[in-house]
């Protein structure tokens, strides 16, 4: 199996080696020919508008967005949720998404950059991970078959922070920055073999 990590903008780096610690080959994607050829994408953390707008300078965002309608499984960390996300709440004005993911998300919904946080998570199917919030988004609603596998309260009030439906995961948290490759190693054997 070939899992790309595209290779725009954010933390590729990490998610390759944390993919290649599972066993299958991982490799930065940017071009439309390694989009086509790939068996599954992992949108990496970094800043969601800067990502999406590169994807359509580089004429990769139609490409990309029909492929995850098509089924491609997709895995999206932080920004990578938000990029997934059919509906946002904070957006950017006029900022766009791949979509493919029934939620509505909020951008930054944990704060600034002083607000980040790490903490303990139970994630359903992997058990308890370290998770790291930098500028997390959360998601605001579910919608249809999504299911959330962790949420984080905050006041009384909980938020979900991973949540898969069919073939796409999506974590507000950095996995790939922690050294534990479990949340990969799901991806790969529960959404990519599926």
């Known amino acids: 199996m070939k899992v790309g990590v595209l290779a725009l903008q954010g933390d590729v780096r990490e998610h390759i080696s944390a993919l290649n610690e599972c066993g299958v080959e991982a490799l930065p994607v940017r071009t439309a020919l390694e989009i086509v050829t790939i068996d599954a994408l992992v949108l990496p953390g970094g800043e969601s508008t800067t990502i999406a707008k590169l994807a359509r300078s580089f004429d990769l965002f139609d490409l990309i967005s029909g492929r995850i309608k098509d089924g491609l499984p997709t895995y999206g960390s932080c920004a990578g949720m ?9 957006g950017a004005k006029g900022q766009e998404t791949f979509g493919g993911l029934d939620v509505k998300v909020r951008r930054n919904a944990f704060g600034r950059q002083v607000d980040s946080f790490e903490t303990d998570l139970d994630v359903s199917g992997v058990g308890s991970v370290h998770a790291v919030f930098i500028r997390a988004p959360w998601v605001e609603t579910t919608h249809g078959d999504v299911e959330v596998l962790a949420a984080v309260d905050i006041s009384g009030v909980s938020h979900p ?11 507000s948290f950095h ?3 922690t050294g534990d490759n479990r949340i990969h190693r799901y991806f790969v054997t529960e959404i990519c073999s599926n």
Do not use: G, S, Y
């Open 82 to 90: 938000i990029l997934l996300a059919n509906e946002l709440v904070d």
């Open 161 to 171: 922070v991973a949540v898969r439906q069919k073939h796409i995961l999506a974590t």
């Open 175 to 177: 996995p790939e920055l």
